[in-house]
């Protein structure tokens, strides 16, 4: 029984280490990759397992949330407005092999640059794939799974493979909260700051170092 008791012990405080080690890990990843961003607002949430590739093309406003497991390519340019809440695992490309014209197959060694812009507080679903040289206005939001090959206009809804315009939001509506200031990352942060700021090592509060406005 006591031999039992000493091994719960030694279990739980291996395991109280272990977060720990994993806390701090993650909070290093986190400020390693801010440091290669070209720019990143200070009350953006990123995840440590976000794998981004020329982060000194990539430039992030204030309030953005990005998932974990997350790609962002950047070589050929990014653009994430504020408030943009981009979901787990969504993949977005700047650039792309060179098939036609060309001088060897499938592709050669020319590499494409198209830059991507994401709107203000638009809303970008679970494993989504940007393609090169998408430009996405305000407020646009993309189904989970979609493919995006193409460009869409403010407030657009799309979905699919290719991702297709399914509806469009209340521009008036949207343009109203955006100036009042009723976007959902900002409000649900500020609203739960004193709740968040107790969770040990969680990694929001490792993050946001701007409070209130």
Not at 10 to 24: E, P
Not at 50 to 59: G, Q
Not at 197 to 211: L, P
């Amino acid at each position: 029984m006591r031999y039992y008791f000493i091994k719960l012990t030694i279990g739980g405080l291996l395991n109280v280490f272990q977060r720990r080690v994993d806390a701090c890990t993650s909070v290093y990843a986190i400020r390693s990759l801010r440091r290669r961003l070209g720019a990143v607002g200070p009350t953006t949430e990123l995840f440590p397992d976000l794998f981004i590739d020329y982060a000194e093309r990539i430039k992030i406003g204030d309030w953005v949330h990005i998932g974990s497991g997350g790609q962002l390519f950047g070589r050929g340019g990014l653009s994430i407005a504020d408030h943009v809440i981009i979901g787990p695992q969504v993949t977005i490309m700047t650039s792309k092999h060179n098939h036609h014209p060309a001088r060897l197959i499938p592709y050669d060694e020319v590499e494409l640059l198209k830059p991507v812009e994401i709107g203000v507080a638009s809303w970008i679903g679970l494993g989504v794939i940007l393609m090169p040289g998408v430009v996405l206005g305000k407020g646009c939001i993309v189904g989970a799974g979609s493919v995006v090959t193409k460009s869409f206009p403010d407030g657009s809804i799309v979905a699919g493979n290719p991702a297709k315009i399914i509806g469009q939001r209340d521009m008036q509506l949207f343009l109203d909260h955006l100036t009042n200031d009723r976007t959902y990352f900002k409000n649900w942060y500020l609203k739960n700051k004193g709740k968040v700021e107790r969770m040990a090592g969680s990694q929001i509060d490792q993050q946001v170092v701007k409070k209130s406005p």
